[in-house]
DNA sequence: CAACTATATGACTATTTACTCATATAGTAA
DNA sequence: TTACTATATGAGTAAATAGTCATATAGTTG
């Protein structure tokens, strides 16, 4: 791959990356991870505003991380490609493996 | 899991993921899926100023997401938890995910 | 020692992000 | 029709982020 190409690939990462790069996206994730879901139970699900919930999730259409459906009055979302969160168990792993090392020092003291 | 340990989890996981969500960042991971490099090498090879690079280095450092070691007049960066790298498999599986979406939506016009 | 190399950081600017409040819009139901 | 519900969005603010340039620091070499 070219030193161009490559950075076309880095920048669409990074797009997909900071979709997903925020405490309250991570747990609409979460929340749609058995399912699509409404604005109005993801805002209750995240503790937020719903202003700021809807933001939260169009940016993440926008992204192409999750999609969204019209249902009567209420909007559906749910997550486009759900091998998206296979990362996320990539990042639990992260966490544990680091988790356990500060384990091993604090038995070191 | 309780809401608030919930929340915890997703504030770290968030924390791992905004420490990569950068075209630079990427592509220094990338730089370094095969071993340690110092701060010149990862310049060049991201193709941005030391300095910029120096301080994307020390927040993938802060995120624990990288370790460094000084090594005489170079400082040498690498991966502190490689399982993060399979993340990027996962990404990579959703962009060709959505690139075929595309070409069939293509295909049909 | 002086000159040099590699890296980090202070100070600054521009941009982006997150959030809130108020309001617009679309659909539902009486 | 009016009242209501769910969602999106304009306008504004505060904070975080990314980048640059100049300079400080640490180690190397002659």
């Known amino acids: 791959m070219k030193t161009q190409e490559r950075q076309l690939v880095?920048?669409?990462q990074a797009e997909i990356?900071?979709?997903?790069?925020?405490?309250l996206r991570i747990a609409v994730m979460d929340f749609l991870r058995n399912g699509e879901q409404c604005v109005c139970d993801i805002a209750k699900y995240v503790d937020s505003?719903?202003?700021?919930?809807?933001?939260?999730?169009?940016?993440?259409v926008a992204a192409?991380?999750?999609?969204?459906?019209?249902?009567?009055?209420?909007?559906?979302?749910?997550?486009k490609t759900p091998c998206i969160l296979k990362c996320f168990h990539?990042?639990?792993d992260v966490?544990?493996?680091?988790?356990?090392?500060?384990?091993?020092?604090?038995?070191?003291i």
Chains 1, 2 share one sequence.
């Open 64 to 79: 192409g991380v999750l999609e969204s459906r019209k249902q009567g009055l209420k909007v559906l979302y749910k997550i």
């Open 17 to 23: 990356i900071k979709a997903v790069a925020h405490p």
């Open 95 to 108: 966490i544990r493996t680091q988790a356990q090392e500060n384990q091993q020092l604090l038995d070191a």
């Open 49 to 60: 505003e719903q202003s700021n919930v809807s933001r939260h999730l169009s940016l993440m």
């Open 10 to 12: 880095y920048a669409r």
């Open 90 to 92: 990539c990042i639990t």
